[in-house]
């Protein structure tokens, strides 16, 4: 996947993390919102609370293609979890997939398709009921004779931390989220329908209920045969974590606390395991990552002057070494091989 900067206020890119009016013309270009530009690497700076700085991989500006942007009016894609700030929670799917897959490997069948039924669904919908609850809706669709326009239903974990991040920092017009696992719509067992007065009638009929006023396009499924399965999508995503994350491993206990929260923005929207050009994003994980990417990284620290077998597997001898780089070039040192640290390599 191709690391892009998505312009999403009208800003200015700097030479200087500074304010514009300190710099001369050369050393500051305008961009307007809805920009893209193609990135060959970024460093997220320790020193810098607003600022990324950024090395673009086909454009320049006054002859100069490293940047400073400012954070608040930038996107980077893909980015983590924290950083999103857009407000549909469509950009988080790459993760949600891999969290909706676990939950399935812990308890197969637990959440299926519904998208087979006679439905419209949101651009951002995941189209996941528990068994009970899709059976119940099939069964109200069929009774209304008409087809039914989903807004939201199952909503993974990263997408509430998405909208709870929203809620906390007062964008989209966010006015109350629940915390994640909080939400019905982590259950399996609730959607949203602009239409509540016409459907109400018909789910009413197979278990499901209105809500009330206070949330009216809301409806959940009350009757037989549901599981409360809200702490398994915490532990779902804990263990998906862990998996990538060898010497950062978290409880694997369902509860939502500081800890996990942590991880969580801190996870790539796209998902783990993903690649930026032809590299990957190196973790260690279990299995060991294996390939010619790895072999790349291992031969460009040993021309960095540093020692490090070249065998193709990113195991612990290796990420060690590449703590020992990023700690030289003042990068964040936790053994992960993503933008900024493939652009300190050469890449």
């Not at 800003?11 to 009016?21: A, E, G």
């Not at 009016?73 to 969290?99: A, F, N, W, Y």
């Amino acid at each position: 996947m191709t690391l892009m900067l998505k312009i999403v206020e009208n800003t200015v890119l700097k030479q200087k993390p500074v304010s514009s009016s300190q710099l001369s013309a050369e050393d500051k270009h305008s961009l307007q919102r809805g920009t893209e530009l193609e990135l060959h690497s970024l460093d997220r700076l320790q020193e810098e609370k607003f600022y990324i700085r950024v090395s673009l991989a086909k454009e320049s500006f006054q002859g100069k293609n490293t940047w400073y942007a400012f954070t608040p009016h930038v996107q980077v894609i893909p980015s983590m979890v924290k950083e999103v700030q857009s407000c549909s929670t469509e950009i988080v799917k790459g993760l949600d997939r891999q969290i909706i897959a676990e939950m399935n490997s812990i308890v197969p069948g637990i959440l299926v398709s519904f998208d087979d039924l006679n439905v419209n669904l949101g651009p951002a919908v995941w189209p996941y009921l528990q068994p009970p609850a899709k059976r119940a809706l099939e069964r109200a669709i069929a009774s209304a004779g008409d087809k039914m326009t989903i807004t939201s239903a199952y909503r993974t974990i990263a997408q509430q931390q998405i909208l709870y991040n929203h809620y906390k920092s007062r964008r989209c017009n966010i006015t109350l989220a629940a915390r994640p696992s909080r939400s019905n719509h982590q259950s399996g067992l609730a959607l949203d329908t602009p239409y509540p007065s016409f459907w109400g009638k018909h789910l009413y009929k197979y278990g499901w209920r209105w809500l009330g006023p206070g949330d009216p396009v809301h409806f959940d499924y009350k009757g037989s045969g549901r599981r409360d399965i809200r702490s398994l999508s915490v532990r779902a995503f804990q263990r998906l974590w862990n998996k990538y994350n060898l010497n950062d491993k978290i409880a694997e206990d369902g509860a939502y606390g500081s800890q996990t929260a942590i991880r969580l923005n801190n996870s790539p929207i796209e998902g783990f395991g993903i690649t930026i050009g032809e590299f990957r994003v190196l973790r260690l994980s279990q299995p060991y990552m294996q390939g010619e990417d790895v072999r790349k990284v291992q031969n460009a620290l040993v021309k960095a002057g540093l020692t490090v077998e070249i065998d193709g597997f990113y195991g612990p001898g290796t990420v060690a070494i590449v703590k020992q780089f990023q700690q030289q070039k003042g990068l964040t040192s936790d053994g992960v091989v993503g933008p900024a640290t493939l652009g300190k390599l050469g890449f």
